[in-house]
């Protein structure tokens, strides 16, 4: 097979692959992170390159202009290595891990976690002592008695013996390696020495044994692993304190901006592999960020607890998650085993254990779960509502009797994709708009720079202004002539929200009809699950208790814009309450607590998956969703007035 | 560091070591099994080589007469490598391992083994229905219900749903390699496949998952690693039968003939590693013979139950021994856990299970255990005594309400060692004598052919013999002038058993008054270990119900004559019962059953070790035992009449 070189710049990273490679893999294949929101198909048109020197052949299709094609513009996933090569990756074709600094990125995803005294398993208000500490792992530090002539035990049945004096632990497994150095690290640590004992589901084990006492640094690990966004926590097992938070994009979006495309790229050569690889690198990386920090031992990092919805489980287990996607669309498994970290790649003790919240089905996973029991809301008398909006959403519906669940799949246009000038909650991302009178128009950036186009809490502030400004009608038609904002465009029209003057790209910031008709879509398909699933209950939304909103969206959501456009329901405005990343705060919750980990297993079980597109009435509800906020004005009072 | 090559003759086997190299170890990194009773502490002279050619250094030592000096004779052990060598090993320096071919030595330790029917759990008439049948591991055919769009059940839990279906299985752990592979394994399968579950101690494991029905094919191998023989059988899980038995020596023999030795030898640079690896290649060995005579496939053997002292055990697991013989006496663990065959290095289904019977102490093993709980006397209202005579032997007494263990090591005169014409149980060795009249003495070898040496049984037959012939005193002294046989040697006086002439290795066969001290030493310390352990808990000997004989040395023992000399008790005859391999049988019961093994467990709480040693009377006991049978003939009333 003939070989290639072909050297991307800026990185100026060079790969050598085989003569019909495509630029997109051999981009991937030396790390060279280009956007490819459609997973390869040719459509989203979100990785252009310029092919600068060499020879390509490539797919025709429309996402290319003629004038780009002039320029040498070529989709990486329909073009293929036919000499030595040299490409360029614009700004606007990369995914932009890199453009937001770790503290802006830290700071803007703050907001995303709750602070320690609110995810505090035992000072949260609601849950106060309702969940006994008992973390996934617990160091115990051990003086065995010596023996003697008089007291011959065995090392090891002295060893159980002595932590049966010191905790209620019952019976206990040590594998070989732990046994095999017993009896010497024993006797060199002159029997004082600290056993990390760990929960494996119904049984425990002794994961390590360290000479001296180490009891005082015990942490684990809590990680949420979104389509779009990974964040994590460092937690002090012993204190039940969170030392540290982080997030990162989750680069797997490389392979599909959504499961669906992920799952389908997991079925190519290595794919699946290569998914995998990406979500535990990024986990690894995190955690070293984390322990760094905090100036945490690896070692002494004993376990983990993941969560995430069943396509992001199974890519992280290296589980193949073809049968998802497949009618009847089931999943390998929603409990999964608690094993070694080392088992799925992930670095911390050797031997620590890796523990992952359950899940319901293929399309309502552990964060579901996760998210659920922080809320609280599966031990309330009332009926209360979850919504987790994200690329891949989840709405729960229930109380203490009864829990149905729904996948919501907003689409990514909130998370900036299939919209013009869309983009990621990152550096130089519209993340505020008000429009003022006279064609005045004031936006806040993230960063505070220039613009580089509008991520989705802009989108929604955008289309809840030209609503209230009269620039669009009820179905999101802009309104031509009304404003010198808009203007005609080759597909109908559209509105300017930055001209190129204002602009990082030198490019209009733009709104179109095409993109409205998006966002609309989006925010009718999480309004139509929400009325579904209530009216399939027959519960009324205006006589529910609470309607928690969860889910990275959420941090910069500005509630009283999202009723506006319709995307939550016009409820008194003391029921919707943000519960900030709730995947990621019930992991820590179990990862403090058993207790914690069986009521999240009741409620896995509880919880009763509702399929949306079932219901005879689920496509006249979206339909009529398909308006500002909606067809049927009385279901939104107070937008009506 | 210089090196040079050595050649071993007659093998041809050459290997290269570094200079200052000892001989013995030479040899055995080249699989030259070179006789080493004392474990290398140039006592036991039994590693006498010739070197050819070539420059060595050797220690000054009693071992070699002038006589071999002028021969080139050296010590193995205590001779180093300063050139290229070539040195001979002669027949007698050989572990003789290949001397007796397989259905020899197969012929050989058939007695030392049950027939099937003997073994079978259900059949064996004491203990008739008492187990029930519960295999280590289980095979279960499955047919899964085809999942719908109204039956999504994830593929793991529609798993666990369908085994508590056809079972009384409660919860089951699963490890992430069988979960990756099971969504493409039941859809492959069409639903029907056959899982193995392995008992883990308290929890059970899917061990594998495989498709279509081959639950008829599941098989177990139990072994017995006793320190002088490793003995395995081949069992059928479904029919709960011994397919076959086999049983080979125990090569680490080579690295000394007693546990204390191999002990010592494990502190050794690469020790441990080497007795581990030994007795492993040899247990792996015995299994690939085993299943291809018996047709069975590798992959169908799912578990493995291991006895063995206490030494043996750790080594088996490569733990390290070292403080079984420091004081206090404690080992690394007497319950070891259920780890998989393979993290011990036996090859058996890769994910199949390793189960060791459970130990008492340092002394005292599973292979005591085992045999206790095969004889029943754990379960009876009288009192009985087990004698697992051999180098590393046990005595255990109790009845269902106590018992109590000693280890009693006879040494290793009765298997050979230490003793001028001593051999193990191999091709040449008189296991059978009789003493006639006017010095006729009619003798009977192993294989048939010309003698090479006396082993164990024919030792005991020929004091019988001397002292009913009235040509050794009480005290064990050869009686001067009596016979002919009867000469003086540099040493005292010598009985020739078998002329030059008539043997295979031209010298003369004799017992020396020092050899019949040695094995008066061994005999009086199983018998005084008997009476003290009886005295110490108030037990009348003559009132006990039972005495069971196990161990290899039973097989060809003649009762009568054992009693005769003073080795057993002189009770009436039909409460002596030879158990054969009872440890080997013990641990194949509890292959075949989790009850079993329960209850092994139970009587290895039970049991109180008792040190001998402390006990005030014990060297009075000893030491009255120090005639043929007894200083007390009371004790021996058939044989004072």
């Given at each position: 097979m003939e070989k290639f070189k072909v050297k991307f710049l800026p990185d100026n990273k060079i790969v050598e692959v085989s003569k019909d490679t495509t630029l997109l893999s051999a981009a991937l294949s030396c790390g060279v992170y280009i956007n490819s929101a459609c997973g390869g198909d040719g459509v989203c048109g979100k990785c252009k390159v310029i092919v600068k020197s060499g020879k390509v052949l490539t797919q025709p299709g429309g996402a290319i202009t003629l004038e780009q094609r002039k320029q040498n513009f070529y989709l990486a996933c329909q073009t293929t290595v036919h000499s030595d090569l040299e490409v360029e990756v614009p700004q606007g074709s990369k995914l932009d891990y890199a453009e937001l600094s770790s503290p802006e990125l830290q700071d803007r995803l703050k907001g995303f976690f709750n602070a320690p005294e609110e995810i505090e398993p035992v000072k949260a208000g609601m849950r106060e002592d309702f969940f006994a500490r008992s973390p996934l792992t617990t160091k115990l530090f051990l003086e065995l008695p010596v023996p003697s002539l008089e007291d011959r035990v065995s090392d090891l049945e002295r060893l159980y013996y002595q932590i049966r004096q010191v905790s209620d632990f019952g019976a206990i497994q040590t594998g070989l390696a732990n046994i095999r150095g017993l009896s010497e690290l024993l006797r060199d640590s002159e029997w004082k020495v600290t056993v990390t004992i760990g929960r494996r589901n119904d049984s425990l084990e002794i994961i390590s044994i360290e000479p001296?006492?180490?009891?005082?640094k015990n942490f684990g690990l809590a990680f949420d692993i979104g389509t779009t966004t990974i964040s994590g926590q460092l937690v002090d097992l012993n204190s039940s304190t969170i030392l540290g938070t982080k997030a990162v994009y989750n680069k797997q979006a490389a392979f599909g901006s959504d499961v669906i495309s992920r799952i389908i790229y997991a079925q190519e050569k290595g794919g699946l592999e290569r998914l995998h690889n990406t979500v535990v690198e990024a986990i690894n990386e995190m955690s070293r960020e984390l322990i760094e920090e905090h100036g945490v031992?690896?070692?002494?990092?004993t376990c983990v607890l993941c969560t995430g919805n069943t396509t992001m489980s199974h890519l992280l287990l290296n589980i193949d998650p073809a049968y998802i996607r497949r009618e009847p669309y089931v999943p390998t498994a929603n409990f999964i085993p608690v094993i070694r970290a080392s088992e799925a790649?992930?670095?911390?003790?050797?031997r620590g254990l890796l523990s992952c919240v359950p899940g319901v089905s293929s399309y309502v996973g552990g964060d579901t779960t996760a998210g659920i029991l922080f809320s609280g809301m599966y031990k309330e008398q009332d009926l209360s509502i979850l919504i987790d909006i994200g690329t891949n959403g989840e709405i729960a519906l229930g109380n203490k009797d009864f829990i149905v669940a729904s996948a919501a799949s907003a689409g990514p246009a909130f998370e900036g994709s299939g919209v013009a000038s869309g983009m990621r909650a990152s550096l130089g991302a519209i993340q505020k708009i008000k429009i003022g009178h006279g064609s005045r128009l004031d936006y806040q950036t993230i960063g505070g720079g220039k613009p580089r186009g509008i991520c989705g809490s802009g989108y929604i502030d955008l289309l809840a202004e030209l609503l209230r400004a009269g620039l669009i009608d009820r179905s999101g038609k802009l309104k031509a002539g009304v404003d010198k904002r808009i203007r005609a465009s080759e597909t109908g029209n559209e509105f300017v929200v930055a001209y190129k003057e204002e602009t990082a790209t030198g490019e209009d910031i733009v709104i179109s009809d095409a993109d409205i008709e998006n966002l609309k879509r989006a925010k009718a398909a999480v309004y139509s699950a929400v009325s579904i699933l209530a009216r399939h209950m027959a519960a009324d939304i205006s006589k529910i208790k609470k309607i928690y909103i969860a889910g990275?969206?959420?941090?910069?959501?500005?509630i009283e814009n999202a009723v506006h456009i319709g995307l939550l329901p016009d409820v008194s405005r003391e029921k919707l309450e943000f519960l900030g990343n709730s995947a990621l705060a019930g992991a820590t919750l179990m990862l403090l607590s058993a207790q914690a980990f069986k009521c999240a297993e009741d409620i896995a079980r509880r919880i009763t998956y509702f399929?949306?597109?079932?219901?005879?009435?689920y496509m006249d509800e979206y339909m009529a969703a398909l308006f500002f906020p909606h067809t049927d004005l009385n279901r939104f009072p107070s937008i009506k007035k």
């Open positions: 001296q006492d180490t009891s005082a031992h690896l070692n002494d990092v790649g992930i670095n911390i003790n050797p990275g969206f959420g941090t910069c959501l500005d399929e949306l597109s079932v219901d005879p009435c």
